[in-house]
T-cell receptor, first 113, second 118 residues
Framework: GAGVSQSPRYKVAKRGQDVALRCDPISGHVSLFWYQQALGQGPEFLTYFQNEAQLDKSGLPSDRFFAERPEGSVSTLKIQRTQQEDSAVYLC???????????FGQGTRLTVV | AQKITQTQPGMFVQEKEAVTLDCTYDTSDQSYGLFWYKQPSSGEMIFLIYQGSYDEQNATEGRYSLNFQKARKSANLVISASQLGDSAMYFCAMRTLYSGAGSYQLTFGKGTKLSVIP
């Protein structure tokens, strides 16, 4: 596609439920980032992939968060046993190669009730 | 560690007037990049302008210019001739430019909500 696509756009989860958020980066983009944006805050880094390799996961807040990019294109961010503090917008971004301009998707708004 | 500070939670500007959005930063890196993004209500982060730490001239992109003062560690965004469509959240961000630094992730400020008044 022309841009970074994320699905679903909105997700409501009951506390304790597992969720999976999908990111389709721009075709051919090597780098892929996940960010978490809490209400009224700026995005915060979660994790980074270069092709299929997860090179940095220092921003993942707990072991309930897991991300994968098995074939170096589509990525999934999984949150297990969701809690209310997980409510946020999850943004995905991709770039052609490391260090080049990052293009963002529209995000997935997760609400945990 | 890198830190971005945006001290203006909200700003109002009259249509067709210019507005300056403040951004200060802190980093121990000598080589870094500074970015401004616009986030409309739709949620997407739209890249506006970039300034490298070694760039001697201030960056400009159409109606956007970046007032880069390295000694003061500030990177203010100036929007000239404001339009109604400029109403959005604006985020200042930075990242290292060192190769091999890892992921080149962006560090963002908390943002400034700009409202353009007709």
């Amino acid at each position: 596609g022309a841009g970074v696509s994320q699905s679903p756009r909105y997700k409501v989860a009951k506390r304790g439920q597992d969720v999976a958020l999908r990111c389709d980066p721009i075709s051919g983009h090597v780098s892929l980032f996940w960010y978490q944006q809490a209400l009224g805050q700026g995005p915060e880094f979660l994790t980074y992939f270069q092709n299929e390799a997860q090179l940095d996961k220092s921003g993942l807040p707990s072991d309930r968060f897991f991300a994968e990019r098995p074939e170096g294109s589509v990525s999934t961010l999984k949150i297990q046993r969701t809690q209310q503090e997980d409510s946020a917008v999850y943004l995905c971004a991709s770039s052609f190669k490391p260090g080049t301009e990052a293009f963002f998707g529209q995000g997935t708004r997760l609400t945990v009730v | 560690a890198q830190k971005i500070t945006q001290t203006q939670p909200g700003m109002f500007v009259q249509e067709k007037e210019a507005v300056t959005l403040d951004c200060t930063y802190d980093t121990s890196d000598q080589s870094y990049g500074l970015f401004w993004y616009k986030q409309p209500s739709s949620g997407e982060m739209i890249f506006l302008i970039y300034q490298g730490s070694y760039d001697e001239q201030n960056a400009t992109e159409g109606r956007y210019s970046l007032n880069f003062q390295k000694a003061r560690k500030s990177a203010n965004l100036v929007i000239s001739a404001s339009q109604l469509g400029d109403s959005a959240m604006y985020f200042c961000a930075m990242r290292t430019l060192y190769s091999g630094a890892g992921s080149y992730q962006l560090t963002f400020g908390k943002g400034t909500k700009l409202s353009v008044i007709p």
